[in-house]
């Protein structure tokens, strides 16, 4: 009896730093880029379901779906005992990193983007600039006539009205 209830304090202490190291993982995702409100608050969501579907989960696989008192205390003992001893250490660890990659990956994106600027460039001369030309050249051509025509439309209605009038 005293093993048993030994064993799920145990357990439910590796819960805490489990959702402990659960909270890390959002506060670096915060930290690593910029989110917006509405991201943050569907993270928190997140993390809270999570979090519940941890302790839902141990209770019921561990405790039979008995929920004791000190299986509440044993994840706040685990969530403190990660708080203090762990998650400076995991939170430096894991922005290192992180920024190490953002590093590479910007040198790499700027390496990458002089070919790419090139070869748009180049496409650019050889399909956008002789098709701009094209569709600017028949505007020019439609207004022209367009212009043409409606002074036309204007002296067809003058000397409309000059038959008409000597008609009558």
Do not use: C
Not at 4 to 23: A, D, E, V
Not at 32 to 47: G, K, N, P, Q
Request: proline share 1%; charged share 15%; no cysteine.
């Amino acid at each position: 009896m005293i093993y048993t209830q030994l064993h799920l304090f145990l357990i439910f202490i590796i819960n805490g730093l489990l959702i402990g190291l659960l909270f890390d993982f959002f506060r670096i995702l915060r930290k690593a880029t910029r989110t917006s409100d509405f991201i943050t608050y569907i993270e928190d969501a997140l993390f809270w379901i999570l979090t519940g579907f941890i302790i839902l989960y141990s209770i019921f696989i561990y405790n039979n779906g008995e929920i004791r008192l000190f299986m509440f205390l044993a994840m706040i003992i685990g969530v403190l005992i990660y708080s203090i001893f762990i998650s400076k250490f995991i939170l430096n660890i894991s922005l290192s990193i992180i920024n190490f990659w953002k590093k590479i990956f910007s040198v790499i994106f700027n390496i990458l983007k002089i070919p790419i600027n090139f070869f748009v460039k180049i496409l650019k001369k050889l399909f956008f600039n002789p098709i701009s030309f094209i569709i600017i050249n028949i505007r020019k051509f439609f207004t022209k006539y367009f212009k043409n025509f409606v002074i036309l439309l204007r002296k067809a209605k003058i000397s409309n009205k000059i038959v008409k009038n000597t008609k009558n």
